[in-house]
């Protein structure tokens, strides 16, 4: 159950973040001892982001690893590859911050932690075991095209009433001039796309690889929301963190497209910055009911 699984070409429906033209192994099952590493894994993200204890989130993370490789050397591998990226994250702080110096210094680490694992995939492994793909053959359904007008609404309607209300949107600075409002704008929406090019095509299409797509999605999450917390979304802000994540996932393992699941995204952040900007300046965009 719990070696590597044999392989059988699916080109016609490959899983999300492969392309039709490679090997596809065969459904993962159902329970499985590997999920006790991937589990330490997913929680080392939590002491490392949430708590920023290194002392219990590095030793969690390298136990992992350890275990890992005593269990399936191809789980090993991909979980180094999402452990390198939770490494690079962990050494600065992500705390919401418009000055340049930290604007260019998260900007440079959020980079690396995506780059590094894709270069050790492709370099050091010699593989290709997850992609980025931008869209798919897959024609949305109208579930997924009205969500799409839906985001906006209720990021208009939760968003303001959660930041304000919770005091939260006093982890983000107060801005105070063009400038900064510029490069508020800019790190919200470059944050949003690393999300989805790490949380989701990297740490999720990886774990897919040897789990259900619902347990997949909950170590994600895990991982996820932990960042998100460390990022500003404080208080009661898992409660609307926790269903995003998942709902991001499930939305990629279905239409197979960072695209769809990126616009997704965006179109919510836009109201995330907006809201921000708003509590902090309330004649600013007085459009909002909380």
């Not at 039709?20 to 006790?36: F, I, Y």
């Not at 350890?66 to 591998?77: H, I, N």
């Not at 619902?214 to 994600?220: E, S, Y």
């Not at 932990?226 to 963190?241: I, N, V």
Request: glycine share 6%.
């Amino acid at each position: 159950m719990d070696g590597p699984a044999a392989t059988t070409p699916e080109p016609a429906d490959p899983p999300s973040g492969t392309t039709a033209t490679e090997e596809q192994p065969a459904p993962p099952p159902r329970w499985s001892v590997k999920l006790v590493p991937a589990a330490l894994l997913s929680t080392s993200a939590f002491f490392l982001f949430a708590y920023q204890v290194w002392w219990i989130g590095y030793p969690l993370l390298v136990a992992a690893l350890v275990l890992a490789v005593l269990l399936d050397r191809g789980l090993a591998k991909d979980l180094l590859l999402i452990a390198l990226g939770i490494g690079i994250v962990s050494w600065t702080s992500v705390e919401a911050d418009v000055g340049w110096s930290s604007f260019i210094r998260i900007g440079a680490t959020l980079a690396l932690a995506v780059s590094v694992p894709l270069l050790v995939d492709r370099l050091v492994f010699r593989r290709k075991a997850y992609t980025f793909p931008w869209r798919s053959r897959q024609k949305k359904t109208r579930g997924e095209i009205a969500y799409l007008f839906a985001v906006p609404f209720l990021g208009w309607a939760i968003l303001p009433f959660y930041f304000i209300r919770s005091g939260a949107y006093e982890n983000w600075p107060q801005i105070v001039d063009t400038s900064e409002l510029v490069r508020f704008f800019i790190g919200v929406n470059a944050v949003g796309t690393w999300d989805e090019l790490f949380f989701i095509c990297t740490v999720f299409a990886l774990l897919r690889r040897h789990f259900p797509i619902w347990q997949a999605n909950l170590l994600q999450t895990a991982i996820f929301v932990s960042f998100l917390w460390e990022l500003g979304y404080r208080a009661w802000g898992p409660l609307l963190t926790i269903p995003f994540a998942l709902l991001q996932g499930y939305l990629f393992s279905k239409t197979r497209s960072l695209g769809y699941v990126l616009i997704v995204h965006l179109l919510f952040d836009a109201l995330v910055f907006m809201a921000i900007v708003h509590a902090h300046n309330r004649d600013w965009w007085p459009i909002f009911l909380y």
